[in-house]
């Protein structure tokens, strides 16, 4: 009569957002594999293998490695972003970045050693441990 709730798959996550809102601070590491929102504070590591926004309120101290990245707020630490980066203006990046593709808008404070990764592609792996793999061409 009742169906049971089966567990969700990653299709079934993939379009869907997770957010830590303004006022929470989070100190520890945080895995996801759909995309995240972040308005208040993590210190720790953030690893997903979706985007990863984080919002003008927003702040991440340690290392980050995602697909995507949108930051407006402020970070500390290394972040490894595989396809596209985006800075916005009135973000604060201090630290070392690795990406495919960077986005600075004017006024950023983008104070960061800088690495481009032309075809290098960063993959996650289920035991959170990372690896490249060059595109075949």
């Keep these: ?13 993939l379009g869907k957002t ?9 100190k520890g590491d945080v895995i996801s594999q759909a995309d995240f929102r972040l308005d208040g504070e993590l210190i720790g590591n953030f690893q997903s293998t979706g ?10 101290t340690g290392d ?12 500390n630490g290394n972040i490894q972003v595989s396809e596209i980066l985006n800075v916005k203006s009135k973000a604060s990046i201090h630290g070392e970045v690795t990406v495919g593709k960077l986005s600075v ?16 592609k960063n993959l996650l792996l289920s035991e959170g441990q990372e690896t490249q793999q060059k595109a075949i061409q």
Excluded: H, Q, W
């Design 64 to 75: 980050i490695v995602c697909n995507n990245a949108d930051i407006e707020g402020k970070f």
């Design 105 to 120: 808008e004017p006024g950023a404070d983008f104070s960061a050693a800088c690495k481009m990764n032309g075809n290098s």
């Design 1 to 13: 009569m009742f169906d049971k709730k089966k567990s969700k798959s990653y299709t079934d996550v």
């Design 51 to 60: 985007k990863l926004v984080i919002g003008p309120a927003g702040s991440v």
């Design 18 to 26: 997770n957010r830590i809102v303004e006022g929470t601070v989070i």
